[in-house]
């Protein structure tokens, strides 16, 4: 009998060596055990928040993200047994890859499957940057459909940047040229912060194969990115970059720009960039309104009479000398394009002509001696700094110090030579003169915005309140009016819009001055002339075909714009007529909401009829009565909209169909019927 | 309350406490077998974790019913089908030796034809082997000197089929082995005998290592499951090495037992269970002592030591009966094989692959524990049957 004993008190021994081994790990070794464990099974993973999207000033969607998948098959998956990865099952999934995306034939999928399966490859790019529509049709198909574990697919998700309105103003939101996330230029990059968002950083336990829970229960999601409501109007910026293409097409020219802009506020209402590369279409290549600096020929006179006017020099009667339309200056040769009417023009006359002559002449008269005088002006009006935008590559202009301004220096910069300046430079000076002197920052921000509330609205700018002085102001205006009333922009003069411009046609030294000219047509200037509301500029880079003079080559483009920008703004066209309305003239809302009645009747001014409740309708004695509605009858909706009507049966749990269009004439169930749920009723419309 | 639980035990014959083990280790092989599969269940079943749940339940509801149709035959007739059995087994491992079904290099498994089944034939050949002892021990009580006579043909019962597992399984042959000497020490083998028994194995087994661990590997890879014996024990014992898989295991597995402490944390609280291969079959106790702390596992081993104790009980009560021997051995090889297991959670022993009997998720194997129960249950049955009579003798 001791033997038993001696056996149990073996067995006994061992089960205390078992607990002594558990003691003794929880003691001394636990610490370091779930320190190690801990270590390899946490980890973090970055959540991104979603991309803010870019609106235009009237919420129209230019800019947001999509997401793309790219599908990989883990083909060593442990659900992806045998019994799944069947001959038929790959026969079916192959045929409906090949269907879907005819890249391979379906013999060439099954092949690779079965090859790619033999490897046990455990990354097996099936295909890339599919949309989630396709996504969702592919975990239909057989094999696929089953769970992660099973099916083996490994998806993985991808932001892809979308512009609805294909490439409108594409340079001046942004492209992510290369689908990676990084913006070059635009809107994009300079608001890349903001758009972005905030990521979040969560903490996860690994699981089994493919699975992780959050360690921290606490919902805490990515602050998702901004939203930027630009100040783009997505009909003028269609008008504008749709006029300036033709106009690049009809002319064959390289490139070209338009920047529209409202006078009173700066905002920029639309901005086109098209350029040609190798291929004959025009695209947004380059942000050549903001970033190309170029010599700006004869739309510089302004500035130069401007400057000449504010140091009381001349006026625009003042009489210029221009003989026969040649100057020579120290051994070069300043000509006009014809030569002039009279050898004698006032100022007025001289900017209208687009006289290079008298422009030099005037220089050299006042300026050669005193050229930091004539530097100040420019300085002041903008063309020694780049223009301030919200967007990045904005150009520094091209002005050299007046210490080292040659003798021909002045004259040469008067008319528009010696000095580079990029269209949105040109346009902010001239926007100034249609806003009475008072010079505003360009902006194309309306507001910023997070979760539906406005974060940032930076509104106008003004960088200077007195740029000019009035008279100054009034003078260079019908200087301006002249230019389109008898002067070089003759052909854009209508009866029924007013514009005032200056025309350029500078000759250009992007292919060597003088063996190939090449010309840059310009036209900028401000509409409706008597009470401006919008500036532009219009610049076409090296026009091919059909002339290169800026009347006709731009000047065409900003009357176009300018048109269709007239004919959509209400507000700029005055009234016909304006008759008192009383309230009889208001017609009779036959059955309608009351809210909705009283709007109406606001609207023209008059007292809302009385009644208190929500629905009401018109009496036999043409007054208002209360529509009766009751939770449980069918209420009457004859006479009334289908929308009112469809709103106030599904609320009452019926369902509706109709016939026609207008207003109801016929119910099928008579009003105070007693309701039953689900029941249908049909409308019959007039 | 008290009066059901009686009613179920009339139908139930047999030690009560014994039942109440079985009752309670089933109990605890749901709660651990549903947590420990949910990451089984997220691989074979689409995540439904209660697919594990439903067969364990089957499986211990067959169990139960096994144990109970075993318990209901007289243990007499086992000292026949020890025979048998025996003589059938001998050939099935030859068979499994050379045509089994291989996992892992190891050919352990046969499939039953017709049924389908498929099980491990080492199982069947324990229980043969302990049976079979059993009756050679009753009968030669009174000669347990002669070596020739007795000792030898009871080694040669344990040897045989020891060296047809071992190829295979060598754990499982050892366990059996250590086993059976620990029953034929009970059974009042001489001591000097033991003595030589134990002196014989230390040889072999010394011979054996100095083979395994001298010999290169090149040459060991050829040579069925040798190169994994090889690891498992330098793992082990020799060099930690930190990334073998034995190794991970049984980090994973004293991970949980660290992340246990002592009070219980919960059902389905484990978080190892997710990164621990075969938390549901061979460490189920590490994933028991992480959800129901040192307090759970103290009481998992009490269950045991309670099987093992009333097994003596028997023994007692018949010194030196079949039954007794027959009682005895079982309960002895299921609670060995219990602490073995344990011993491997805990990182005591070295990584062998034997299931906690009842506990560990697995059908084939509960199969034969269930019938070793039945067995046990129907000695305890007919002592309880005889000493009534007695008793009715003794009164009448």
């Known amino acids: ?686 | 309350m008290k009066e059901t639980v009686n009613k179920t035990f009339e139908y139930l014959r047999g030690d009560r406490i014994i039942w109440l083990v079985v009752i309670v280790l089933f109990v605890f092989s749901m709660l651990a077998v549903y947590s420990a599969s949910s990451s089984l269940a997220f691989k074979n079943a689409d995540g439904n974790s209660s697919h594990y749940l439903y067969k364990q339940i089957l499986s211990a509801l067959g169990g139960i019913l096994l144990m109970y149709f075993a318990h209901m035959v007289d243990y007499r007739y086992f000292s026949r089908i020890a025979q048998i059995l025996w003589i059938i087994c001998v050939p099935l491992l030859l068979y499994t030796m050379f045509w089994g079904t291989s996992i892992n290099h190891a050919s352990r498994w046969i499939r039953l034809p017709l049924i389908g089944w498929t099980f491990q034939t080492s199982d069947l050949a324990k229980l043969a082997v302990i049976m079979l002892l059993a009756r050679m021990l009753s009968k030669n009580q009174d000669k347990m000197d002669d070596f020739r006579k007795t000792v030898l043909p009871m080694l040669g019962v344990v040897l045989v089929p020891c060296m047809m597992i071992a190829k295979d399984n060598l754990s499982t042959a050892l366990i059996l082995f250590f086993t059976s000497v620990f029953i034929l020490f009970i059974g009042r083998l001489a001591i000097k005998h033991l003595a030589l028994l134990f002196a014989a194995s230390a040889v072999v087994i010394g011979l054996f290592l100095a083979v395994l661990l001298l010999t290169p590997d090149s040459v060991l890879a050829h040579m069925g499951r040798m190169p994994t014996w090889k690891k498992r024990i330098q793992t082990h014992f020799i060099n930690k090495e930190p990334n073998a898989d034995d190794d991970y295991q049984q980090r994973q597995a004293r991970t949980a037992i660290a992340r246990g402490g002592i009070l219980p944390n919960g059902p389905g609280n484990s978080m190892q269970k997710h990164f621990l291969p075969e938390a549901y079959s061979d460490f189920i106790f590490a994933i028991i002592i992480e959800e129901y702390g040192l307090i759970g596992g103290i009481f998992i081993v009490f269950i045991y030591l309670l099987l093992l104790y009333r097994c003596i009980r028997i023994v007692m009560d018949a010194p030196k009966a079949f039954g007794a021997f027959l009682a005895v051995g079982l309960g002895v090889s299921l609670v060995l094989q219990a602490m073995i297991n344990m011993a491997v959670a805990v990182g005591l022993f070295p990584v062998t692959g034997v299931t906690l009997p009842l506990v560990s998720m697995g059908g084939s194997s509960v199969v034969f524990t269930s019938i070793a129960f039945g067995i046990i249950l129907s000695v305890s049955r007919n002592i309880e049957a005889s000493q009534e009579q007695e008793e009715e003798l003794a009164t009448a």
């Open chain 1, 1 to 686: 009998m001791i033997r038993i004993y001696v056996g149990f008190l073996f067995i006994a021994l061992l089960s205390v060596g078992i607990l002594a081994k558990v003691v003794h790990t929880q003691l001394y070794e636990a610490h370091e055990l779930i320190a190690q464990s801990d270590s390899t099974s946490i980890f973090s993973k970055t959540i991104v928040a979603e991309r803010g999207n870019i609106y235009s000033a009237d919420g129209k969607l230019l800019a947001t993200s999509l997401p793309l998948f790219d599908v990989h098959i883990d083909f060593n998956a442990d659900g992806l047994t045998d019994d799944v990865f069947t001959p038929r099952n790959v026969d079916s999934v192959a045929m409906l890859m090949s269907a879907k995306y005819h890249d391979k034939t379906a013999a060439d999928y099954r092949a690779e499957f079965f090859k790619h399966h033999k490897k046990a490859d455990t990354y097996f790019l099936l295909k890339r940057d599919i949309s989630l529509a396709d996504l969702n049709e592919m975990k239909t198909w057989p094999w696929f459909r089953l769970s992660r574990n099973k099916s083996g697919l490994i998806v993985e998700t991808k932001e892809m940047r979308d512009h609805p309105f294909g490439d409108i103003a594409l340079r001046t939101l942004g492209i992510d040229e290369n689908h990676d996330g990084t913006y070059s230029s635009g809107l994009e990059l300079k608001y890349d912060k903001d758009l972005t968002g905030e990521a979040v950083k969560k903490l996860y336990r690994k699981l089994s194969a493919g699975v992780a829970k959050p360690l921290d229960t606490k919902e805490e999601s990515a602050n998702s990115g901004k939203d930027i409501y630009t100040t783009l109007d997505i009909n003028i910026q269609d008008v504008a970059e749709d006029a300036l293409r033709k106009a690049l097409t009809r002319h064959d020219a390289e490139h070209g720009c338009v920047i529209l802009m409202e006078v009173k506020t700066g905002k920029i209402r639309a901005i086109a960039n098209l350029g040609k590369r190798d291929s004959a279409d025009y695209r947004e290549l380059y942000n050549y309104a903001v970033g190309e600096a170029t010599e700006p020929g004869s739309v510089m006179k302004l500035a130069t009479v401007a400057s000449l006017m504010e140091d009381k020099l001349v006026d625009k009667n003042t009489p210029v000398e221009c003989g026969n339309g040649v100057l020579m200056i120290r051994g070069l040769t300043i000509k006009d394009h014809e030569a002039p009417e009279s050898p004698q023009l006032t100022v007025q006359r001289a900017v209208e002509v687009s006289s290079n002559v008298a422009m030099a002449e005037l220089a050299k008269d006042y300026y050669i001696a005193k050229p930091s005088q004539f530097y100040d002006h420019l300085k002041t009006f903008g063309f020694t700094q780049p223009v301030q935008i919200e967007i990045g590559g904005a150009a520094r202009p091209v002005l050299a110090d007046p210490k080292k301004w040659s003798g021909v220096s002045a004259p040469f910069i008067a008319h528009g030579y010696e000095l580079q300046i990029t269209p949105l430079h040109t346009l902010q000076f001239y926007n100034a003169i249609a806003n009475n002197g008072v010079m505003v920052k360009p902006t194309l921000i309306e507001k910023i915005r997070e979760y539906n509330q406005t974060v940032d609205s930076p509104g106008t700018v003004v960088l200077n309140d007195k740029l000019l002085s009035q008279g100054t102001v009034k003078q260079l205006q019908e200087i301006l009016d002249g230019v389109v009333e008898n002067g070089t922009a003759k052909n854009l003069k209508t009866t029924y819009l007013k514009i005032a411009g200056k025309t350029g046609t500078a000759v250009i030294s992007n292919h060597g001055y003088k063996v190939n000219k090449k010309y840059q047509a310009s036209f900028v200037g401000y509409f409706p002339a008597d009470k401006p509301e919008y500036s532009m500029i219009i610049v076409v880079n090296s026009p091919g075909q059909g002339g290169y003079y800026g009347n006709v080559v731009a000047g065409e483009v900003f009357r176009e714009v300018a048109d269709k920008v007239y004919s959509l703004s209400l507000e700029m066209q005055p009234a016909v007529n304006n008759p008192a309305v009383t309230e009889n003239d208001i017609p009779v809302i036959k059955n309608a909401a009351r809210e909705d009645i009283a709007r109406i009747y606001a609207m023209f001014g008059a007292q809302a009829p009385a009644g208190g409740d929500d629905w009401m309708m018109v009496g036999d004695d043409h007054s208002y009565v209360a529509n009766d509605i009751k939770i449980d009858m069918v209420p009457d909706v004859k006479g009334m909209g289908l929308k009112d009507a469809l709103y106030l049966l599904e609320s009452h749990g019926l369902r509706v169909e109709f016939k026609g269009k207008g207003n109801v004439i016929g119910q099928s169930i008579d009003a105070g019927t007693k309701i039953s749920k689900g029941q249908t009723i049909t409308l019959q419309l007039s």
